[in-house]
C-alpha cells in the first residue's frame, strides 16, 4: 500500500448559517490521481479551496507528508507544496503571461529592488515549451489569448515548482480534446513523480478513466472511497445522489416523426470569423442538436440566432406554420427574439447568461418586468410570487429568492436560467451547452424538463459538445466544421458516436 | 497590402505610431491656418515645456488610476507642496524648493493613502475631503511667507528650474523614474493585478492594502516633482479656496487616460507624454486661432475622447467600464 500523502482529519467549513463541508477526514495516496466527485453543492470545492488556502478552515486540520498543513493564501499553500487549477479565470488582464506564471513569486528575479524582466520572459518561454505550449509567448499580454489558452498558462503556473498535490478543479470543461490531452499528460507526470492529484470533474466517465481512486461527497459529508477500477458510472451516481437515478437519463423514444410545422428559419447565416453561410430550419415540438469540435462555429449559432452577434448576415424568421409564403418576423435583436418568445442560455453561464450579483428574484423577473407591471409600476408581491414559483418548479437549490445568484453552485444557476424562460414562455429555446459542469442529478432534471417541453410543442435548439447528450436527446442532429454544417443526422438507435466523429473532423 | 496593415493594426507599434501621426496631423493644421501665431520651432519649445510638467503629473496619477482608485486631491498639492517649497528657498535655496516641494508632496500622499486604507470609503470621496483640507492648509502656510511678496520667488538662483536645462532634467528623471517603477519592479506589476483583479491578486499573496498606499505615495511624489516645475515657471504660487485648486487635476489626469490606454502595448509613459504634447498643442493652437476658452476645452475634451477611441477601442460588443 503507497503511503499518506495527504490527510484531512474532521474537516469542517461554515458560510454563515450554512454547513458547506461537514467532518471530512479523508486519505490521499502518494502517487495517485484521486477522484473527487459530488453534485453541485456537496461540497467539493470548498474542501479543495480551504486545502489551497482560498478559504480558511472554521475547524480541523490538514496534515501533508506527516505534518500539519497552515495555509493562509494560494501563495502560502504553494510554497508549503499545494496548488490548486480553479474553475473560474485565474489569471490577469493587464498583465503578461510570464507575470501571471509568476505572480507571487517576483522575489527570484529581483535584483535588490529592480526586477529583472527579461530573465522572468525567459524562464517563463523555457517552461512552456517544455510542456509543448511554444505557441504561447511569455512576453505576450494575456488578454491576447483565448479562455482556453489561459487555462493552460494556469496549468503551467500551478504545477512548474514540482508541488507534491496538485488540485485540478472542473477544468477539463474549459478545454478542447487537445487541451485535455495536454492535462491528463500533466497529471500522468505528476502521479509517476510520487505525488498527488486531486481531480475534480463531473464527467464520471472521464473520471473512471483518469483516477486511481474516487471519495464521494454529498450535503458536505464522504459517503465513501472507491477503487475506479471496480465501480461502474451507475455506481458513483447513486452514492453522489443517494438513490438510484431512473435508468432513463436520456430520452428512450425512438421513430417519433419530427413535425412538418416550421417555427424557425434560418437562411445563409453568416458571422465573420466563425459562422459561413448557414441554413436550416427548425421544427415544432423539435430538439434540433448541434454538435462539433469547440471552435466550429455551433456556440457563435445560438448567439446569433438570438440577435447577440454582430456583424450578422443572413435571416433569422420566425415561421407561423406551414405557409411558405407568409413573411414571418425578422428576429435581429435580443429584445425582439425576446418579445417574439426565443430564449438563450449561453456557455458561458457566469458572464452572459446570469446576473451574478444580484438576487435569485431579480434574475428570474428580469425578462418579464415588462409583463410583471401594472401600468409602468412594480408590485413587489407579484415579483415574488412570479419567481417563487418558476424557483421551485426548477427545484433551485436556495435559501430564499432574495439569496444572490453568485452564491449558488453551478447546477443552480442553470436552473435560474431555465426558471426565467420558463416564467417567459418562450416557444424556442437556445440552449448551449446546457448541462457543462452540472452533476448527474441536475442533468437528469434538466433532460426530464427538455422532454416535458418537447411534449408541449416547445422547440429547443441544443449546442453541445457532449456527443452522448446530443445522440440521446436530439431529433435531429447538425454537425459543424470550419463554420459551415458538415453533417445531418436523424434520431436513430443505430446513430453513435463514430458517425458523428465521421463528420466531425 | 491589407494584410501588412492588419498585421501592423495588431502590432504593439500601432498605438504610438497613431499618436505621433496624429501630433504631426494636429501641428500641420494649426500651422496651416495660423502660421505667424503656431508651430515654429521657439513656440514648439514652449509647448513641449508646458506639457512636461502636466506628463510627470499624468506619470504619477497612472499609479492609482491603474489600480481602480482616483484622486482629486492632486491639485490641491500642487498648490501646497509649492508654496511649501517656496517657503523653505528663502532659507535654503534650490535645494530648500526641491525638498520642500517632493518631500511635502511624497508625506501628503503618505497621509492620503492612510486616510482611504483606513477610512474604508472610495477614493474619490476621501480626496475631495482632502482636497478642501489642502486648500485650507495652502492659505495658512502663505501667512507663514513674511520674507517678501508671500508665495512669489523673487531669488533668481532659485529659479533654475524655470526653463532649460533643468526642467528637461527633472523631466528627464520623472519620466525614466516612472519607466523603472512600472517595468522593474514589483509595484508596476501589483497596480495593474491589483486593478486586474483585487481578489485574485490576493490570493496570489500581493498585500493589496501596502500596493494602494505605495500608489498614493508615488502618486504624490511626482505630484511634488510638477509642483516643482509648476511654481518655477510661474515665480511663484497662489493659495486658493472653494475647490478652485480642482482645475489643475484634469491636465495631468488626460495624459494619464492616455497611459492607460496604451497599458495593453506596454508603452503607459510614452503614451501619457505624446498624449500632454498634443493636448497642449491644441490649445494653443486655439488660442492662436482666438477662439473663446469654453469652445477652448471642448475642443480639447472632444479631441482627447476622439485620439484615445482611436487608438484604443474595444472589439464590438465587449464589455467597456
Known sequence: MSEIILRSEKVNKHFGITHAVKDVSLEFESGEIHGLIGENGSGKSTFCSMLCGIYPVSSGKFFLEGKELKVRTQVDANHQGVSIVVQEMGTLPGLSVAENIFLGEEERFMHGPVKDSAAMNREAQALLDKYGFKFIRAESMIENYSFEVRKLVEIVKATYFGPKVVVIDETTTALSQAGREALFRVMDAIKKQGNLVIFISHDLDEVLEHTDRISVLRDGELMGTVKSGSVSVDELKLMMVGRELDKHYYRTDYGEPISDEVVLEVKNLSVPGEIDN????????????????????????????????????????????????????????????????????????????????????????????????????????????????????????????????????????????????????????????????????????IYNLMSELKKKGKSIIMISEELLELLGMSDRILIMKDGKINGEFLRSPELDEKDLIAKMI | MSATIAKFKASKYFGIVTLLVMTLLFWFVFRLLSPDNFGSTKLLIGYLQTSIQYAIGGCGLYFIVVMGLFDFSVGANIVLSSLVGVLLSRQFGYWGLILGCVLCGTLIGAFNGLLYSKLRIPSMIVTVGLMLILESVANYVVKLDTAGFPGKLTDKSVLIFNGAPWNYVVAALAFLLAVFLLRYTKVGTYCRAIGSNEYIAKNMGVNVEKYKFLGFVILHFFVGIMGLLTVSYGQGMLAVTGMASMDRNFKPLMGTFFGVAFTKSGYPVTAIFIGEFIITMIFNGLVALNVPTTINDFVTGAVLLAIVTLTNRGRKGSVVK
Not at chain 1, 407568409?326 to 452572459?352: L, Q
Not at chain 1, 450579483?357 to 415588462?370: E, F, M, T
Open chain 1, 278 to 445: 448557414i441554413s436550416f430550419s427548425l421544427h415544432k415540438g423539435e430538439i434540433l442538436g448541434f454538435g462539433g469540435l469547440s471552435e466550429c462555429g455551433m456556440h457563435e449559432v445560438g448567439k446569433a440566432i438570438f440577435g447577440g452577434s454582430f456583424d450578422r448576415k443572413g435571416t433569422v424568421t420566425l415561421r407561423d406554420g406551414l405557409d411558405g409564403s407568409s413573411e414571418g418576423i425578422a428576429i435581429n435583436s435580443i429584445p425582439k427574439a425576446i418579445k417574439h418568445g426565443v430564449a438563450y442560455a449561453s456557455k458561458d453561464r457566469d458572464n452572459e447568461s446570469v446576473v451574478l450579483a444580484d438576487s435569485i428574484l431579480d434574475n428570474i423577473c428580469l425578462p418579464s418586468l415588462d409583463d410583471l407591471a401594472n401600468h409602468g409600476l412594480l408590485n413587489n408581491g407579484t415579483l415574488r410570487r412570479f419567481a417563487q414559483k418558476y424557483a421551485e418548479l426548477m427545484s433551485v437549490k436556495m435559501r430564499d429568492i432574495d439569496q444572490y445568484v453568485s452564491d449558488l453552485s453551478g447546477g443552480n444557476k442553470q436552473k435560474v436560467v431555465l426558471a426565467r424562460w420558463l416564467g417567459k414562455d418562450s416557444d424556442i429555446l437556445v440552449l448551449d451547452s446546457p448541462t457543462r459542469g452540472i452533476d448527474v442529478k441536475v442533468k437528469a432534471d
